[in-house]
């Protein structure tokens, strides 16, 4: 039945009871069913998209069955537009029609916006039933799935509709990134490469070497998973309400973001990795200019990621991204930005970023005009 | 600016730095401003629905504006009908058109629609705002504007989603209630007299000698409020997330949502309150046949209803309500009711309820037929 696969572990001590394991490993989701069983529901509802649900909806349920867990599935579209008041609403009336009770659980079996759509409707159903997170792509197993932040996009702007919802177990099949796109991939390693950057110079230092087998599947890929995780952990059990150090997680998203609004979130163009991506590059060289970090360290963090097969120039942008003034203005619309004052997290080197506030508009400007002009 | 209004304050003592007071009385919306302007937000943006909002947004908005708050109004159609998916995406987009960042407050200015509607959206947006609730309806005022439960409903059921939010401050303007129709105020009063026959005996007492006063305005209105406050706020308190005692509040429910599930919600028949008055007369009658509490007990409970103009039999439920077959089935879908199971809030005489799981169906079954053949 559960066949015993080896993995990492990953421990999430938030206080209240809520703490959670992460378990990182090749094979977890044909075990699955023991695991989630374990937490005692009587029913384990699977949510996904079409496309991961095609994949592995079926061995999950075969799992969840086997261990004695009434099982059912509801699918959405694959694709950012599926974090949508529609779809919200689809996958609540969903979970109900397969009469999911309060004890019962929610199982999100996807990328990461499967994770946030589906956590924001465990969160709101009977308000409150607990989730158990899949994560099927390498954003989503480093990124979304832990920390508890979910929720769905609004015409007015992205993740401002959701909740805090912490999930019971976090089950990250590594063996599922073989069907992910390469694409898919990259845009998943800047985000591995971004923990680097952030705080752990030795972990980035080892990307360097062992890049090609997180890419390949080999067993660095388990092991670079459950660093980021840990990570990640880390900073949320510290700041779960995003009041401080959790900032940090956004190195390279405040040009990141402001590229993907200026690219119409239109992933053809420009996915979330690719924008951060080109952010950390900016972020470094950003650094660089003001004379806080090594010109050679900003150097490297490009290298390493064109090397990864990841844009780091704004001319990389496919269709263009405007000028410096739309860039300031994007940028502007960030909800890091408040009262008009730009704060950015900026890095005095590799593993050494920290939050900058009141950053000067008028070197920022300078800086993104050289940039484009480069 | 702000004047003061002589007033009666209920301190609901959660933990988490989540304590917050219910004001009461008469003239509390022209002082609004000073009172919300202390919780030190930037705008105060208001949800109402359009009955409410033609009374009491105005004076409401100039409040705010006059203690230097930015204000701004979304609004509803009156009606259950607004508790829905779409309201909730609209309001959460009217709020965030309005600029609500998250050190921003949420009034929900209404009876009990607007109140768990404004309240789910402001748990959801930026994932969590603060809230103030300015309950317009004497059953919002005296119910539920107090304890935290928000949410909307689904095609599935109804306040199946939704979030727990505590208000930060709760002003209970009594002479709004002078506007309220006849037949919303009798419903009101059907969950005042629940706090009396739940536990405290002398308040039923108090009603059977005062309740004219709280209809016509006197200040036994803002006394009747107080009590009922400060009785569902110790519940809350004790049992946040409704796992024990809080299920007395129910008491006179399990029968009332029967019988508005099977009038099929429609408020031209039935409103709630009135589905809880029959519901508190079954409920007693019930118990005085199982032997548990005295006929006499039953008698006055079912008199104080009908001096007050509410219903207390089956058979004055317009276009009726089916045979006991059908009464039992739509009893056996309610969230009270576990593995078939049937539990009920009875009572031991007037204040004296109590959870009796695992009644017998039969029980029931013979008890409505009786019922229904009076
Ligand atoms: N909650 C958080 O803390 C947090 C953090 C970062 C990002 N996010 C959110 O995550 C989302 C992006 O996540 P994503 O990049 O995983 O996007 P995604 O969920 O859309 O997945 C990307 C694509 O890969 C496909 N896919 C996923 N797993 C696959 C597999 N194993 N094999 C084949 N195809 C697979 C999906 O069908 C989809 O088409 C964004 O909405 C972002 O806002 C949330
Ligand atoms: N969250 C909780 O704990 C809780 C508890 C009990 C009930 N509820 C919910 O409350 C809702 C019922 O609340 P309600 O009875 O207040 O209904 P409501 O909000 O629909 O108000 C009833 C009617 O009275 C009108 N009205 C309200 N205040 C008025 C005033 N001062 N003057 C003139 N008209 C006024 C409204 O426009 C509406 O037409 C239900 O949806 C129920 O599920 C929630
Ligand atoms: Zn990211
Ligand atoms: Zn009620």
Redesign the interface.
Known sequence: MSKPSPHLTVHVPLDGGRDYDILIGRGLIAGAGGRVAALKGRAAVIVSDETVAALYAAPLRESLEAAGLRSGLVTVPPGEASKS?GC??AV??GL??HKV?RGDLVVALGGGVVGDLAG?AA??????VRFVQVPTSLLAQVDSSVGG?T?IN????KN?????HQPRLVLADTATLDTLSEREMQAGYAEVAKYGLIGDAGFFDWCEAHWAGIFSGGPERDEAVAVCCRAKAGVVVRDEREDGERALLNLGHTFGHALERLTGYDGARLVHGEGVAIGLALAFRFSARLGLCPGQDAGRVANHLAMAGLPTTLAQVPGGCGDADALLDAMAQD?KV?DGALTFILARGIGKSFIAPGIDRAEVRAFLQDELAA
């Open positions: 008041y919200f609403a609540c009336d109900l029609a009770e924001f969160a709101s159903l009977r308000r409150g932040k929720g609004s015409p007015l702007g401002l509709i959701g909740a805090f909800k408040r």
